[in-house]
């Protein structure tokens, strides 16, 4: 059974950093990627970061680009995302989810964890 449980997340105040974890069971990280979305409230889900186990490539949205940084630690089935100089509009519910490739796209993923909370305190 694939499973996916994140964690990680609390609450921050401006400036500050947090790494959010993935853990994944059930699958073979060298065959899918794992990408990290988040969702605000009353705004869309949207994916900020994408690992590849199978091409080794990492993905991300512009709006992530330059704070966020995904990782994999395959041995222990781990995906990471750090978030550096955190602000108000980062504010989620942070996800990780399963599917054969990198996709931005919710519908696209075949497995999702239950979330983690990140809260930013201006």
């Known amino acids: 059974e694939v499973q996916l449980v994140e964690s990680g997340g609390g609450l921050v105040q401006t400036g500050g950093s947090l790494k959010l974890s993935c853990a994944a069971s059930?699958?073979?990280?060298?065959?899918?990627?794992i990408t990290w979305f988040r969702q605000a409230p009353g705004k869309e889900r949207e994916g900020v970061a994408c690992?590849?186990?199978?091409?080794?490539?990492?993905i991300y949205a512009d709006s992530a680009k330059g704070r966020f940084t995904i990782s994999s630690d395959n041995t222990n089935q781990t995906v990471y995302l750090q978030v550096d100089n955190l602000v108000p509009e980062d504010t989620a519910t942070y996800y990780c989810?399963?599917?054969?490739?990198?996709?931005?796209?919710?519908?696209?993923?075949?497995?999702w964890g239950p979330g983690t909370q990140v809260t930013v305190s201006s």
């Open positions: 059930g699958f073979s990280f060298d065959y899918y990627a």
């Open positions: 690992i590849s186990g199978r091409y080794g490539s990492e």
């Open positions: 989810a399963l599917n054969g490739l990198c996709s931005p796209k919710p519908s696209d993923q075949a497995s």
